[in-house]
């Protein structure tokens, strides 16, 4: 199995900036997208951004412009940093990718989440 950990996420004042990680590990033959969502109460999981194994991103439109995402694949890691935060981009952070372990079929995969809270 994969599994995601998530780092980085804590409380920012509004036009500030921050950085939030995620960590692959586990058994891992090939791990094709990662990326991020986020939800807050009462409203469907959205997503932020995506990148691909070749570094091809795709991000919301709430974010473009504003947030960068990246990877470093010999890390099996990806980053995404925040910056110009707004109150509205208060919510759980969930990492997640698109992998295959060894021999099995690609499934996708999901962190616990990070708590990003953006308030004066």
């Known amino acids: 199995q994969v599994q995601l950990v998530e780092s980085g996420g804590g409380l920012v004042q509004p036009g500030g900036s921050l950085r939030v990680s995620c960590v692959a590990s586990g058994s891992i033959f090939r791990i094709y997208v990662m990326g991020w969502y986020r939800q807050v109460p009462g409203k469907q999981r959205e997503l932020v951004a995506r990148?691909?194994?070749?570094?091809?991103?795709v991000y919301s439109d709430s974010v473009q412009g504003r947030f960068t995402i990246s990877r470093d694949n010999a890390k099996n890691t990806v980053y995404l940093q925040m910056n110009s935060l707004k109150p509205e981009d208060t919510a759980v952070y969930y990492c997640?990718?698109?992998?295959?372990?060894?021999?099995?079929?690609?499934?996708?995969?999901w962190g616990q989440g990070t708590q990003v809270t953006v308030s004066s």
């Open positions: 990148i691909s194994s070749g570094g091809r991103t």
């Open positions: 997640y990718s698109n992998a295959s372990p060894p021999g099995s079929a690609q499934s996708t995969y």
